[in-house]
């Protein structure tokens, strides 16, 4: 029920008397995560880097006391606000926009076709979104670290209409790479990624379910020991619920009763590692471990006979169900790319995944969409886009494909999705969009 957090690994540096500890001094629990811990403070120094060069960029562009606002806390970060509103149309967009971690972060509803912003939902800090199978209800959250709301809105009349206290749901840094968030295919269960402190560099991960009819939280978590949940693998019904686990590298399986409380869990899938790559013979390491170095995303094939684990190198593997978990790579990966963390989308018919690259040496950078059959593990076609990317979603037809451009040029670009190249591009779409979802 516990693991190292980011802040831990920077203590892990800190030493007494102001002198760093050498590593044969250090605790078996330092020895044990360091490789791991190394990283994360890697990665956190970047992020603070890339934060100190937007601020300066827009203290530059914008003029306006900005850097004063970002720092100043809303005094109702966790609130949310519909502010403009048009009754959804199937194949329109909602839109996550989290203004690169500000409190005036937004959901947008996009109608891709006439290229406009038909409704906007103000929220708190970092928000998340998950929409009913029906489409009828939207849920939010959103809020300070250790301070979560969850919102309903009805997305036919444009209203708030519940609220809950989640707590300390697991957060992202700026910008989302997959959502905390997931609903089992009938709406009733909605699940929730946590990650509670339990003291300084001990962390407790779990699943809140949260039940859609009565607005109400079940009352046991769902303890993930070790977890870090990354992402849902849910149905085919109700009672399917699988959740990839970032530190052990594997599927871990959950039983749920028909109230929505656990029943049992195990450990189910062991995911393949992926070797670490090399550049004119040199050895490198990206700089998110967990991103890059083990499966981004997993999930069942079309026939459900074996599992599939997509690495970071964008190779892919086939596992075989228990209690055989026979591997086989069906997929080499590649030397010049790398494919990042995210929720990347498949047909209706699962046989299609499309996967998004950026090179390795000039992160992030998605610039390629490669699609790939699920039955052969060909690549069909790859689209280079002419807007750097952050993530896809494909609309429920399988005709178009959306990529929001994340961290720059506040776009949307529209890709036919059968004949493979790019359409439009849809501008002035928020700050930072990422994540999206297709209404049905």
């Known amino acids: 029920m516990r693991g190292v957090s980011w802040f831990s690994c920077i203590r892990k540096l800190e030493v007494q008397g102001g002198k760093l500890i050498p590593c044969d001094q250090q605790t078996s629990e330092a020895k044990e995560s360091g490789s791991r811990c190394f990283w994360r403070v890697v990665l956190i120094s970047a992020t603070l880097w890339f934060f100190a060069v937007g601020q300066i960029w827009e203290s530059t562009t914008h003029q306006s006391g900005l850097i004063a606002a970002m720092l100043r806390p809303s005094l109702d970060s966790g609130s949310v606000t519909v502010v403009k509103w048009s009754r959804p149309q199937s194949g329109w967009l909602y839109v996550l926009d989290s203004n690169f971690g500000r ?228 997929l080499g990966g590649r030397r010049d790319r790398q494919f990042p963390l995210r929720e990347w989308p498949r047909s209706a018919n699962g046989r299609t995944i499309f996967l998004g690259s950026e090179p390795i040496a000039n992160t992030p950078s998605l610039d390629q969409v490669h699609v790939i059959n699920t039955m052969t593990m060909a690549e069909i076609a790859m689209v280079r886009t002419s807007i750097p990317f952050w993530a896809l979603a494909l609309s429920r037809n399988d005709k178009y494909l959306y990529a929001t451009s994340g961290l720059r040029n506040q776009t949307i670009t529209v890709i036919d999705a059968a004949n493979f190249r790019e359409l439009k591009a849809i501008k002035g779409i928020g700050t930072t969009p990422s994540i999206m979802i297709i209404a049905p």
């Not at 409190?103 to 800090?125: F, H, K, N, R």
């Not at 840094?173 to 946590?194: A, N």
């Open 103 to 330: 409190a005036s972060a937004q959901i947008l509803l996009v109608d891709p076709q006439q290229g406009s912003v038909m409704g906007v939902i103000e929220t708190g800090y970092e928000p998340d979104m998950a929409l009913s199978p029906d489409g009828t209800r939207l849920f939010v959250t959103c809020g300070l670290v250790g301070q979560d709301s969850l919102s309903i809105v009805d997305t036919g009349e444009g209203k708030v209409i519940g609220t809950a206290s989640v707590g300390w749901q697991m957060k992202y840094i700026r910008m989302p790479l997959v959502t905390s968030l997931g609903l089992s295919p009938s709406g009733r269960w909605l699940y929730i990624k946590k990650m509670t402190p339990l003291e300084t560099g001990i962390d407790e991960y779990s699943i809140a379910v949260f039940d859609t009819q009565t607005l109400q939280f079940v009352p046991d978590e769902i303890a993930t020991p070790q977890c870090e949940n990354r992402h849902f693998l849910i149905g085919p019904t109700d009672k399917d619920l699988q959740t990839h686990c970032g530190v052990t590298n594997t599927i871990r399986t959950i039983q749920l009763s028909p109230s929505g409380s656990l029943i049992g869990a195990k450990e189910e899938i062991e995911l393949p590692p992926l070797k670490v790559r090399h550049i004119r013979g040199e050895p490198i390491r990206p700089l998110v471990p967990l991103s890059h170095e083990r499966a981004i995303q997993s999930f069942w094939s079309a026939e459900r006979q074996s599992f599939l684990a997509i690495m970071g190198d964008g190779g892919v593997w086939k596992i075989e169900p228990p209690p055989s978990q026979n591997k086989s790579a069906l």
